[in-house]
């Protein structure tokens, strides 16, 4: 089971100038990713030239929202070599970019003195945090809210520690 893309959509749209995405696995088991994760295990890669193949529910809420001046940034913690699964993800960023987030890529080794909370999280407008928690397959299990400022500020300092180190998008490869 997942977060339903309407209740996380809600949140989302209630930003107001940012919301930033803090991602520290190597792998997810996310169900709506199998099937693609399986076909790019296969050799198929996604067309940028054929934006109907890949623009999906979760890009139209990106673009909306960031037309509406909602900043969206994405930092990915990483380990090198990459997994499996982050070389899938890497190779349709691209997309997300396309939609109007800004997604930056950290190798782990040079997060070894950051103190990073232990779940993955998102900020929104540096007020609240959702931690999303997972399995040990990466599979999503639930989330968890606080508007705590103590763990706002810790998370939005770790976020911001590992995008002043992480690599751009268009220079990160795998």
Known sequence: MSQSLTDFA?????????????????GYGVDNEIDGFAAWKRGHRLDPEDRSSWWRPWLDLVRDVTANGVLIRRARVVSEPVSDYIAFEHSGTFTNVAAGEDIRWLPRRSASDLALPGNDCWIFDSRVVQFNIFDGDGRWVHTDQTEDRAVVEFCASAFEAVWERAIPHERYTV
């Open 10 to 26: 809600a949140l989302l749209r209630s930003a107001r100038t940012s919301a930033v995405h803090l991602e520290m696995r190597d």
